[in-house]
Structures are given as structure tokens and as C-alpha cells.
């Protein structure tokens, strides 16, 4: 089995996170934007240095927006905000606090943007309708929104793993919770949405795993290691 952890956080979050065995598993990081083998680059998937200086003009208009520049080296944020900051380093272990967003200097991969109050609500509605057509909008949880390449997604790097590792569609597991997984899950025979995800995401998924609460990724993978069968597990 191949086993990688595919999410939204930075690679240098996750890659602390599964250290003891970093150099064993894959990381399809930033939403897809970057993967990653034994800190190798296997796959990108960049931002325009325009598009992304257009994203932070308008997303600064947004009140209580915290933004989030996420580039291969580094995430970048201006915001001073202490709430903000301990919420933002729960996902960005690599963050370098500047000036102006505007001044970075970096290969971006995506815009992040924090809200307390909820994106879907408060900053889906505006940046949705301004770069819509141009990017990659998704909520990709209750406070967090994320902005990419038109072509960026979990299911895309997942097809690039496929595509070059030589795993099937009908080999491959997945779990997800919100918005930014359904196109991973479109690409997985067996999908599974876990019991607290978004009811929308639900409807994309084959399959159901207990809730996060309860560790239901383990519960599948455990059961799955009881019966197992030729399976590559993203």
C-alpha cells in the first residue's frame, strides 16, 4: 500500500506531523498544489505573481479577513492579530511575518484566507464572484478558504500519482470532509466522506466512515489491514 496524507496544510506542517515516518509515505500538501516524496518535488501546480497580488488587493477589502500567501519556500502573512496568528500556525509550521504580502518573493501555490465568522458567508460570496472563472475557489473548512490554479486540486495530483505510479482508479481510498476533497473523491473507487463533513461533500463520497472525533480514517484502515486487498490509499 502507498500511503499519503492529502491536505490543505503546508508540507512542512505535515511532515512534522508524520516525522516518524516522513520518508515511507507521500504528501499531496497545500490542497494539491505541491507533492511531495522524501523532500523531493514530484508535482506542482503554481500561481501567476499577478493573479496572486489581485487576490490580496481584494481579499485586504474584505473586514475580518486574514490572509495567508502560501509559496513553496514559506507561507507569508502581514496580519497582526494574535488569534489569527495561533490559528494560522496550527496549519503553516514554515510562516514568516512581513510588511507587505505584495513584496513576497516566492513560487505561489495558493491564498489562504482565515475568517472567524465563516468564509462560505463572508468571503466565498466576494471572491467567488471575482475569480471565479479564474481560480480554484473552495471552502475548505467553517474559518478557512483557499484560493489556487484553475487546474489545482487534490483529485489532480491524485491522477498525476496514478498516471506516473501506475495505480488505478479502482485502487484507490480516500477520505474527506469538506468542499476541497470532492474532486479526490471523485477520483477514488472507494470514497469515503466521514460522518461530520459537510452534507454537501457527503453526496460525492461511495461510502461513510465514522466521524473525526472518533478517528474514523483509522477505523476504515484497520479494517481494511483485517481483509486486505490490493489498494493504493491517498
Not at 464572484?129 to 475548505?140: D, H, L, M, R, Y
Not at 469515503?192 to 478517528?215: D, I, L
Amino acid at each position: 500500500m502507498l500511503f499519503a496524507a492529502a491536505s490543505g496544510r503546508q508540507y512542512y506542517s505535515l511532515r512534522e506531523t508524520f516525522a516518524p515516518i516522513r520518508d515511507r509515505m507521500l504528501f499531496i500538501a497545500e490542497n494539491g498544489t505541491l507533492v511531495m516524496h522524501q523532500d523531493k518535488e514530484l508535482y506542482s501546480c503554481t500561481m501567476d505573481k499577478a493573479q496572486v497580488h489581485r487576490i490580496i488587493m481584494e481579499a485586504r477589502q474584505v473586514a475580518g479577513a486574514h490572509l495567508v500567501v502560501c509559496g513553496k519556500e514559506s507561507a507569508y502573512v502581514e496580519t497582526s492579530d494574535e488569534v489569527a496568528l495561533e490559528e494560522i500556525s496550527k496549519y503553516y509550521r514554515r510562516c514568516e511575518k512581513v510588511d507587505d504580502l505584495l513584496a513576497v518573493n516566492d513560487e505561489f501555490i495558493k491564498v489562504a484566507i482565515c475568517h472567524f465568522d465563516g468564509t462560505e458567508r463572508h468571503v466565498y460570496p466576494v471572491l467567488e464572484k471575482q475569480f471565479g472563472e479564474e481560480c480554484q475557489v473552495v471552502v475548505s473548512g467553517q474559518i478557512w478558504l483557499d484560493l489556487m490554479n484553475i487546474e489545482a486540486s487534490k483529485g489532480k495530483a491524485i491522477e498525476y500519482l496514478q498516471e506516473t505510479i501506475g495505480f488505478t482508479y479502482e485502487q484507490t481510498m480516500s477520505f474527506g470532509d469538506y468542499f476541497n476533497d470532492i474532486e479526490m473523491l471523485k477520483v477514488s473507487y472507494h470514497s469515503y466522506a466521514m460522518e461530520n463533513a459537510h452534507e454537501q461533500v457527503k453526496g460525492f463520497a461511495r461510502f461513510n466512515a465514522p466521524s473525526n472525533e472518533e478517528s474514523g480514517v483509522l477505523q476504515i484502515i484497520r479494517r481494511l489491514l483485517d481483509s486486505p486487498v490490493s489498494l493504493s490509499i491517498a
